[in-house]
Nanobody
Framework: QVQLVESGGGLVQPGGSLRLSCAASGSILSIYRMGWYRQAPGKQREHVATITRSGDTAYATSMKNRLTISGDNALNTVYLQMNSLKPEDTAVYYC?????????????WGQGTQVTVSS
């Protein structure tokens, strides 16, 4: 089992920045991939960014230029730096951990952290 705890969300003005953190505990040696997803009210959950144990990263095309995902080699903690935030970035951001490269139904999820972009 893997437990994930997100932090760093909050209220930020348009154009501002936030850094989200995801701390993993439990069977972390089995984790191969960690990522961030978000879900806005009335919308489906969507992929934001992913990082693998080997350091490979992937980003949502619509946000790629404003994001940086990073983590230590053991993926104990993963960070998501978000810059130039827009009101449409408002959502609950979830951390996810998986044992393989491809997302699976049995991936682990955190409880989410709210990000609100508003003036």
């Amino acid at each position: 089992q893997v437990q994930l705890v997100e932090s760093g969300g909050g209220l930020v003005q348009p154009g501002g920045s936030l850094r989200l953190s995801c701390a993993a505990s439990g069977s972390i040696l089995s984790i191969y991939r960690m990522g961030w997803y978000r879900q806005a009210p009335g919308k489906q959950r969507e992929h934001v960014a992913t990082i693998t144990r080997s350091g490979d990263t992937a980003y949502a095309t619509s946000m790629k230029n404003r994001l940086t995902i990073s983590g230590d080699n053991a993926l104990n903690t993963v960070y998501l730096q978000m810059n130039s935030l827009k009101p449409e970035d408002t959502a609950v951001y979830y951390c996810s951990a998986g044992l393989s490269l491809i997302p699976r139904a049995d991936d682990y999820w955190g409880q989410g952290t709210q990000v609100t972009v508003s003036s």
